[in-house]
């Protein structure tokens, strides 16, 4: 952690703790000629000398929050580890040391993270409560981290910590030394880390079994003496080959000295003193290198930039839910036998194959005196000679990545890189080429699978979109049944024609189950499927893909023998047009199958993408249908138009439950000579954007006593803004809002859609509080209202009749309706 922020605290009095006004006025001319930096250094060299509100309130600014300073402070104290934020930004560390002022006026703004734990756009997504200009590590300090809210999708500590193995740890060890039977020397160079170093060799030297390597450690006369002593010890032991340089070669030097003289004629791996491998490890390695083409083979590691698993190019070092080696026996299963060609292995743990050697020699010891490159020098002259180097998906390798033979690793990185391009002017571009191409994505993709089958088998599966609306309100409902039942689920969202993305709720992070590729990767999402032998499918929706996948994972799911349970959210069964709505916004009830195929020749507004003959739609639904273990729809009206198409089917009529939070209930405004409508949601066309529009039209250009709040927002926001209607904007919770829409204190919520809705979540606000609804006389929305005395129902046909709605709204006897509603209360 970084040292620690001194944390003012100052007086309310102004007058003992005002600031100097020259003081003020020098920051604010910095900050008016640019430098918002400077400004800041100096108002916080004021503040920590001379606390005071008006340096604070100034801080706060710049900064960009509406927290308060002091809060600031107190989060950045507990929560942003500067040497993490240095690290794990270059561009930062290149330009400055002071990685907490660069956090607070850009970097938390970036989704720059400020420690190992925190993620930045994880914590904005999962805390929909967070006010605009909060600064995130106060929020996370005064409210997420004692609601227990998560700071990243992962977890809170650390995977995997070097230990020293005791003497009876040692003593349990059988000898890993070189024999007849040896066909593999393991090199572990040695300088610093003590606990990094006995942890690798104990690895090492533990995992062997009767498997054909020796272990070979060379000591580069390390100036620890704990170190030194311990390796002494273990060799006397006769646990592994031991070499004690008596001068300082350097990395690379040693690495080549133990190739050279120390290995034989045998195949080479080099394992840093700091990577820590698992039993069986060896034999899948090598398995890829009996091929003679190959020249080097690398492993998966957590942290080994393109072998990088889960997140390529990271340092993922915090824990998953297994083991690093329960991991790499995932791996086994997962990619027994799977390898991507690269332009360079990773030099961590670094497979060599000694007749290449013989033929282009060893590592370049003086183009790379300290390291950093030579590993990717020998991968490209091995490319140079016809051969090809591996990285492979059977293998995990542990790697902490905090040992390193120089103080100045930035500056001997660059040297290294350097050298690389003056040797190999192509290196850049491959490189680039293959992150780019990412071939290892299919071995991580195999892998988050091989966990996910192997964490959550047997969970229930859900199926859906990801265009969010009431479905999604839909299956949160859900999904909390089945947290309180300490059941598992899964959720696969279609999306982007032919994509499959798998959500846990970070309940696993999988970040390699997303955007599948149904065209090349259908077979992976059937074999997924088929591990992870969920108890059910849960469909919901699959907007968003075409016809041809949309049709695929109908008889994928239905030729499971798995169970399968739909929900009719909207009639995407019978129609590409999911609302029954025709390409113009026009409402048609009961279309024929001939119109709906007439529809088809018309250009598609909707989104929808799955389009085909309504017969052939009819045709699949019908076998999806018919084999399905329970079939529901949430209104009667749904029943009604999906019955009518499909007579073979039980439909189960099952309303959804009361989702919304516990709420007052709304009082009545004071009557004027005023209406005032609210309406509620995300609008477009279907849901009554266009109705919306031309009622205010209407009232604006006849100065009609009707005034129009859109509690949300709309296809049109800036244009139903011109005509007079308020917009509150986006809600981030349904307590959100059900309080402004309390605190509007409309007359009445007009609910415009225009398509028969199956349920409407919209309309379920407006009676949670008992506020009058009036909706058209179709759908689900009728089905609700109708029987309300408080609630008005009117004819669809007014929709596409603004000047007569207007009046309709203006007649409507709104006392009546409060009066209604008082009744049912005291009833």
Not at 279 to 298: C, E, F, M, Q
Not at 390 to 415: P, Q, R, W, Y
Request: aromatic share 10%; with cysteine; proline share 6%.
């Amino acid at each position: 952690m970084g040292a620690p922020l001194r944390i003012p605290v100052f007086s309310k009095s102004r007058s003992s703790n005002k600031p100097s006004e020259t003081e003020l006025q020098r920051a604010q001319r910095i900050r008016d000629a640019g430098d918002i930096w400077g400004a800041f250094t100096i108002l916080r060299a004021g503040y920590e000398k001379q606390p005071s509100e008006e340096i604070a309130t100034e801080l706060s600014s710049l900064i960009g929050t509406t927290s308060g300073y002091v809060d600031v402070l107190a989060a950045m104290a507990s929560h942003f580890d500067n040497n993490f934020y240095l690290n794990s930004n270059p561009d930062v560390r290149g330009a400055t040391k002071d990685g907490d002022i660069h956090y607070l006026l850009y970097g938390w703004k970036e989704n720059r993270n400020p420690s190992p734990f925190f993620d930045n756009a994880f914590y904005r997504d999962r805390n929909p409560d967070l006010k605009p200009g909060e600064f995130l590590l106060s929020h996370f300090a005064k409210c997420g981290k004692a609601a227990g809210s998560p700071a990243n999708p992962i977890n809170d500590r650390y995977w995997f910590e070097p230990f020293s193995p005791t003497d009876e740890q040692w003593s349990k060890l059988s000898p890993a030394r070189m024999n007849d039977n040896t066909e593999t020397v393991v090199i572990i160079p040695v300088y610093k880390g003590y606990e990094e170093t006995m942890t690798a060799i104990y690895h090492a030297v533990s995992s062997r079994g009767n498997d054909r390597y020796s272990l070979l450690v060379i000591n580069d006369k390390s100036p620890d003496d704990a170190i030194n002593a311990r390796l002494r010890s273990l060799a006397a032991k006769g646990l592994f080959e031991y070499h004690a340089s008596v001068i300082n070669r350097g990395f690379v030097q040693t690495c080549n000295y133990a190739i050279k003289e120390l290995s034989g004629n045998h195949d080479v791996i080099l394992l840093n003193s700091d990577a820590y491998v698992f039993p069986g490890w060896y034999n899948r390695l090598k398995a890829h290198a009996i091929d003679p083409s190959v020249a080097t083979v690398t492993p998966l590691s957590n942290n080994a930039t393109i072998c990088s698993y889960p997140l390529t190019h990271r340092d993922n070092f915090l824990a998953l839910e297994c083991t690093p080696e329960q991991l790499d026996t995932l791996a086994a299963n997962a990619n027994r036998g799977l390898a991507v060609e690269t332009p360079t292995g990773v030099g961590f743990c670094f497979y060599m194959n000694r007749n290449v050697i013989n033929k282009i020699g060893a590592l370049d010891s003086d183009a790379f005196k300290v390291g950093y490159g030579e590993e990717n020098d020998f991968c490209m002259r091995a490319l140079n000679h016809g051969y090809k180097n591996l990285i492979v998906g059977d293998v995990f390798v542990f790697h902490t990545g905090s040992v390193s033979f120089s103080a100045i690793k930035e500056e001997n990185f660059n040297m290294g890189q350097k050298a690389l391009e003056v040797n190999h002017p192509n290196y850049s571009p491959l490189v680039r080429g293959h992150i780019m191409a990412d071939p290892e994505l299919h071995l991580r993709r195999r892998l988050d699978m091989e966990r996910l089958s192997a964490a959550l088998r047997g969970a229930t599966v859900f199926v859906t979109h990801k265009w969010g609306g009431g479905i999604n309100t839909y299956l949160k409902q859900q999904k909390e049944a089945l947290k309180d039942k300490k059941s598992d689920f899964v959720t696969l969202q279609v999306h982007d024609s032919c994509r499959v993305t798998v959500n846990t709720d970070y309940g696993l992070f999988v970040p390699n189950l997303t955007n599948i590729d149904l065209r090349n990767e259908f077979g992976l999402v059937a074999e997924m499927i088929d591990k992870l032998s969920p108890k059910l499918f849960h469909v919901n929706s699959f907007a968003g893909i075409d016809w041809h996948w949309h049709k695929k994972l109908l008889e994928l799911i239905s030729e499971s023998g798995i169970p399968y349970k739909y929900v009719g959210h909207d009639y995407s069964s019978i129609s590409h047009h999911y609302q029954l709505l025709r390409p113009d916004n026009i409402y048609a009830p009961i279309p024929s199958i001939q119109e709906r195929r007439t529809w088809s020749t018309m250009i598609e507004n909707s989104g929808s993408i799955d389009i085909c003959d309504p017969d052939e739609r009819l045709e699949a639904y019908t076998g999806f249908l018919v084999k399905a273990a329970v079939v529901e729809v949430p209104s009667k009206a749904a029943n009604a138009i999906l019955e009518r198409e499909f007579p073979q089917v039980t439909f189960n009529v099952v309303p959804h439950d009361d989702h919304l939070p516990d709420f007052p209930i709304a009082t009545r405004r004071a009557r004027d000579k005023r209406i005032k409508v609210a309406v509620i949601g995300a609008i477009g066309p279907h849901k009554g954007s266009d109705v919306l529009t031309a009622l205010a039209v209407d009232a604006k250009n006849r100065n009609l006593e009707l005034d129009y709040t859109l509690v949300g927002y709309s296809s049109n926001d800036e244009l139903l803004k011109s005509q007079g209607v308020y917009i509150t904007g986006p809600y981030h919770t349904e307590a959100e809002a059900l309080d402004i829409l309390s605190r509007a204190q409309p007359d009445f919520v007009l609910i415009p859609s225009i398509w028969p809705e199956t349920f409407c979540y919209a309309l379920s606000m407006a009676l949670k509080l008992l506020i009058p609804p009036v909706v058209f006389d179709i759908g689900a929305q009728a089905e609700r209202v109708s029987p309300l005395a408080w609630g008005v129902t009117l004819p669809i046909s007014l929709a596409y009749a603004p000047r007569k709605l207007s009046e309709t709204l203006l007649g409507i006897d709104i006392d009546k309706l409060w009066d209604a509603r008082e009744r049912k209360i005291a009833a």
